[in-house]
Structures are given as C-alpha cells and as structure tokens.
C-alpha cells in the first residue's frame, strides 16, 4: 500500500492516525519512515513545508529509536538539531549522555517506542538501496550503465538460511533499451560503444528468468523453481520488476536465486560489496541470511559458462521474505525436481 499513488494523496490527518497503528505487517520502522518522507515531498510546495507536514503528521508517532544508526543519517535533514543530537547519543550509546529530562520536548517530537510493530512477518534483504536508484536520464546521461555483450548472462545471489522462511517477492533491475534513449546519451560515449561493435539494442534480450534452487543436506532433495517474469513490454527501460512466488525455504539450507538473460543486455550500473551491504540491513535480516555471496557469469560462444567475479556488478534489488514456524505453503510457481 506505501508504494500506491494513492497513498501520497491521503490527508495528512490520515497519515497520523495510520502511524499509530500497532498491527503493522512491515520488515521495519525504516520502511515507514521512507513512505513519510515521499508522503511530505510530494505533498509539501517547498522545502520547510515538506519539513513541516513530516515533523507534524508524521514524526510524533514514527519509533525512530528502532531504526539503526545508518538509518537514521537519512533521515537527518527532516529532523531539528535536538531531535538528531537526542537520537544520535541514544542509538551509539549503551548508557546515552542526553535523556527526556534534559530535552522535555523530545517527548512530544516523536515516540519514544523501542518495541517493533506487531505483526513483525516480512523481512527485507536490501541489495541496492532505493535512494541510489537514479532517475533514468540520469543513468544515460552520465553513463552509468554497463553493456554486457555476452549471448547469456546470469547474476547470482547465494545465502544459508538460518530458519525457516518463506520468499514473497524478488526485485531486480530491468533492461536498458540505450538504441531508444540516443538522445540522451553523451556522444563520446555513443561513439565509443560503436567502435566496439557493441550491439546497444536490449531489445535482443528474449529472455529473462528467475531461478530459485534450495540445497539441502541430502542432495537428492533438492528442488528448483522458475519464477514467471514480466512481459518484455512492461519492463523494458523500467526501473525494476517484481517476481512473485510463494517458496518455502526450510532451516539449514543453501538458497541461490539465479537472474539469466538470454542475449546482449544493458543493465543499470550497481557494484556490492557483501559485507557491507549486509551490515546496512536491520539486525533481523542478519539473522536470516548466512553466508551471503555475489558471483556473475556470462556464456559465449561454445566456451561454457564462465565465472566474471564476486562482489562484481548485480541485478537484485530487494527480496522480500516471511519467517515463519511451519511454511506449509507451496509455490503457485513452476516447480522442478532435480
């Protein structure tokens, strides 16, 4: 619902009574904070209004002191410079210099709730970070894209899951069409793509599948689903698609999701370092994904599948997952036994 046009069109009186709702079924008080934000810029005329309709409406009933502390530097400009030196000491330190006593209007600015909201059943691993998602005249302007001119590309995402689990939803990035988009790009950089023969024109990709392969202990139990992708039409120069699935994902397992695209394809231009990048998700996600690994491949010509390297460039944006004590839904997605 936060991601619908609609949203942004509530009264803001709306927006405050929606945030003080307990029973939340989100991955964290991040992903509110984030929809507050968008709700204030899109509602706000300038700068202090938006600023304004986010400390009134919003902030009083948001549980900032959830957040972690890389969180909380997004949010840094929408706050006073009580509010953010109050959040700052309390989330670095054990025993916090500054209390409610020493700023008494802290008390009224936001919620001092440290207890997440209630139902807690979706977890997100964050790959790329919406904020680093740039508009797409952007990316073409600045080059910032990668042309990969193998006949299959594959970008893979391995984890141990720790518990049981069941995969709701996978984001990834969607091809680039930069035969469409000439006229934004930079001319140099048109000229040189040219003289490298590299055929820009995503619309060669026929193809493109999620795959999710589930290793257990025994290997002859392990099982493989086929996500069902998006019609060409809809993602094409998108900023990502959703890939739907209901799989479930049993304790002490080994998960790859597979991201294949048959053809040449331009992808927006995204480097991961895992390490870090898991450090940036809530504390929660952490606990879910073990063993996180980055690897790309390309096949071309008869020589097989070759390995491009770890941490390199990646397709994933979010994948969204349910815990769960017994996931006794199977997928609607196409199933296969290895």
């Known amino acids: 619902m936060l991601e619908c046009?609609?949203?942004?069109?509530?009264q803001p009186e709306a927006l405050a009574f929606f945030l003080t709702l307990e029973e939340l079924n989100i991955d964290s008080e991040f992903t509110l904070v984030k929809a507050c934000i968008r709700y204030a810029k899109f509602n706000g005329k300038c700068d202090e209004e938006v600023r304004d309709l986010f400390q009134k409406y919003a902030l009083p009933h948001l549980r900032v002191l959830t957040l972690t502390y890389q969180q909380l530097l997004k949010v840094n400009d929408f706050l006073s410079l009580e509010q953010s030196l109050f959040l700052h000491d309390n989330l670095q330190n054990k025993e916090p210099l500054l209390t409610v006593k020493d700023l008494p209007e802290i008390?009224?600015?936001?919620?001092?709730?440290?207890?997440?909201r209630f139902p807690n059943t979706c977890c997100t691993l964050?790959?790329?970070?919406?904020?680093?998602?740039?508009?797409l005249t952007t990316v073409f302007k600045e080059g910032m894209f990668?042309?990969?001119p193998w006949e299959q590309n594959k970008f893979v995402i391995a984890f141990d899951a720790t518990t049981k689990f069941v995969i709701k939803r996978i984001e990834v990035f969607c091809p680039l069409d930069l035969r469409g988009e000439s006229d934004y790009l930079d001319e140099n950089l048109m000229k040189r793509l040219r003289e490298s023969e590299i055929d820009c024109d995503s619309k060669t990709t026929?193809?493109?599948?999620?795959t999710i392969k589930i290793r257990h202990k025994k290997k002859e139990n392990n099982e493989e689903f086929i996500l069902h992708k998006p019609k060409e039409h809809i993602?094409?120069?998108?900023?990502?698609?959703?890939?739907y699935g209901t799989i479930k994902v049993p304790a002490s397992t080994r998960v790859k999701l597979k991201v294949s695209f048959n053809g040449r394809v331009s992808l927006r231009h995204f480097e991961r370092n895992v390490e870090r990048m898991i450090q940036e998700n809530d504390r929660c996600v952490r606990k879910l994904f073990g063993n996180v690994e980055l690897d790309q491949f390309y096949k071309d010509g008869e020589n097989g599948v070759k390995w491009v390297r770890k941490d390199g460039i990646t397709v994933f944006k979010d994948i969204y997952v349910c815990p769960c004590d017994k996931p006794d839904v199977f997928s609607p997605a196409e199933k296969i036994l290895n």
């Open 107 to 116: 008390e009224k600015s936001f919620s001092l709730s440290k207890k997440r």
């Open 235 to 243: 993602y094409l120069n998108s900023q990502w698609a959703s890939f």
């Open 206 to 210: 026929t193809h493109l599948t999620v």
């Open 146 to 148: 990668s042309v990969l």
């Open 5 to 10: 046009k609609e949203f942004l069109q509530i």
């Open 126 to 135: 964050t790959v790329v970070p919406e904020e680093e998602v740039l508009p």
